[in-house]
């Protein structure tokens, strides 16, 4: 085992959980067992959230000013050790070490947006009658959980983590069970750049610790990251418990690719979105919808495809039962009659044969009813149907239930404003494979692709993490009473 067992990060300190059962972590990119993992139970959790609760009262009177500043100490951090901290979550998560990288650097930008809070949270105050201002607050909620999958080991953690906390609240995270390291490295950097102890805290565990967050008292905010199936039951349980949520869920995005794109852009930007972090994202193009003949734009999509090789410029999948899954939906939809134009199925990588990887997919002649077509395949696969028309394309993807991003590829503006005027997503790129808002802009998709109200980042999340105060005060008794004042 490479690693000592992952801890839970409790008040500042890293400690053992008080089960002794725990699951293996697995580095996807060669069957290496990297550590265990305990699976915590509720005392745990309760642990942590009295740890937060007791150090809300401080974090959160502090000026807003002063507490980003363990922010800019935290993305200098983050810059200091992007190596490691990508090495890191390469071996956890399968990806490879460019793609880490650029996990890191987005983690810089999330939190280089959080040191911009200040700005962005002045409120507001106007003097609505003679001699009376009303002007308003925003103030952080108190003890919030992040819940996070594992296919952004640090990324999607960084999501919530700066902006939560930067607006003053403390927090709760439970990692995926499957990447549970990156997260305590993150706790260890927070502490160096002088979060004080209990702001912080990590928990570490299955759906037993998922339902105790929902249910625990003490937490006023859930946020969730992960499938659509969890995303429904943590936004249930959570508003149940009257506490505000917001839940991720999984993802189906449509590429319309019209004949007039450019070709050879368009078909390094599909291939580049389908296979990108092995087909493991919530933003990855899983089904491309053709419409009238762009048999061309296939046949380069098919090249780049075959440019990309697992071990070298593709990395593995998260694990043996993934690899099946996926090999599974690409033997399904040879069955019912699609024809594989690449083929990923049966990949190997030298010196690597316990790694589990699949090869990047390319899937023609799918119909709309294949379940490749319909449902999250979570691998470097995509689904092409042909239409002839461009409504008959929206008709696709609209019946998705998903709606995470759509794109579309073309030189006419008209129709592409079109596109995006009829798409039912909540994210779309124009001649853009993976249409990711980047700060301030807020990520958040439609549909079944997100619960509550609001996104995750950006501007948006500021409404999520905070409650507005609003007051009304007159100092100077010459300014008379009416029924406004
Ligand atoms: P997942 O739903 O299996 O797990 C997410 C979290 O929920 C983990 O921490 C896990 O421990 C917990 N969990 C799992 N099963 C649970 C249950 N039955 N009850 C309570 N908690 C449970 O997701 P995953 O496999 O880790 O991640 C992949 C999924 O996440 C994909 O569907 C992907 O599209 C989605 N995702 C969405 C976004 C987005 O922004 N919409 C971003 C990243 C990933």
């Known amino acids: 085992m490479k690693y000592s067992p992952v801890q839970n990060y409790i008040n500042g300190q890293f400690v053992d959980a008080s089960s002794a059962r725990t699951l293996d972590v697995i580095s996807p990119l060669d069957g290496n067992l990297l550590s265990k993992v305990p699976m915590s139970t509720a005392k745990d959790l309760d642990n942590a959230v009295k740890a937060a609760k007791a150090a809300f009262p401080n974090w959160s009177h502090m000026p807003i000013k002063e507490r980003v500043q363990v922010f800019y100490k935290y993305k200098y951090l983050l810059e200091k050790n992007l190596q490691e901290l990508a090495a890191l979550v390469s071996e956890e998560n399968g990806k490879t070490i460019g793609e880490a990288t650029a996990e890191i650097e987005k983690c810089i930008e999330l939190t280089e947006f959080a040191c911009s809070l200040p ?10 009658s003679k001699g009376v201002e009303c002007r308003t607050e925003h103030v952080p909620l108190g003890v919030v959980a992040s819940i996070v999958p594992f296919n952004f080991p ?6 919530t983590i700066p902006n939560a906390i930067g607006l003053g609240n403390c927090m709760v995270i439970k990692p995926s069970e499957k990447v549970p390291l990156s997260v305590g490295r993150l706790a260890q950097l927070l502490k160096e750049a002088g979060l004080p102890d209990g702001v912080f805290n990590v928990v570490h565990g299955d759906s037993e610790i998922v339902e105790a967050i929902c249910d625990h008292p ?15 039951i943590v936004y249930q349980r959570a508003t149940q418990k009257f506490k505000r949520a917001l839940a991720l869920g999984g993802a189906k995005n449509h590429l319309m690719v019209l004949p007039d794109a450019k070709a050879d852009m368009t078909a390094q930007n599909v291939a580049a979105s389908m296979s990108g972090c092995a087909g493991q994202r919530c933003m990855a193009a899983s089904a491309m919808v053709g ?3 762009v048999d061309h734009i296939i046949e380069k999509i098919c090249d780049e495809a075959r440019k990309i090789v697992p071990g070298k410029n593709l990395g593995a999948v998260i694990s043996k039962e993934s690899k099946e899954r996926i090999e599974r939906y690409i033997s ?7 024809k594989i134009l690449v083929d990923g199925r049966g990949a190997k990588v030298e010196g690597k044969e316990n790694g589990t990887y699949v090869g990047p997919t390319v899937i023609d002649f799918v119909k709309p009813e294949m379940s490749v077509a319909k449902e999250e395949i979570f691998g470097p696969v995509i689904s092409i149907m ?6 008959e394309a929206l008709a696709i993807e609209n019946a998705n239930p998903y709606g995470n991003a759509a794109s579309v590829f073309t030189q006419n503006g008209g129709l592409a404003r079109y596109i995006i005027d009829h798409a039912s997503a909540g994210m779309i790129g124009v001649n853009v494979g993976v249409p990711v808002p980047r700060e301030p802009f807020s990520f958040g998709g439609w549909n079944e692709s997100k619960f509550g109200v609001g996104d995750i980042t950006g501007k948006s999340s500021i409404e999520f993490w905070t409650k507005l105060k609003k007051s009304t005060v007159k100092w100077n008794p010459e300014a008379g009473v009416n029924w406004m004042s």
């Open 291 to 293: 419409v009238g003949n």
């Open 332 to 338: 399904d939809a040879e069955k019912d009659g699609a």
């Open 119 to 128: 700005q962005l949270v002045t409120g507001e105050v106007l003097e609505v």
């Open 154 to 159: 640090s990324m999607v953690p960084n999501w």
């Open 218 to 232: 003490g937490i006023e905010a859930v946020s969730f990251v992960g499938s659509t199936k969890v995303a429904k």
């Open 386 to 391: 042909r239409t002839n028309t461009v409504d």
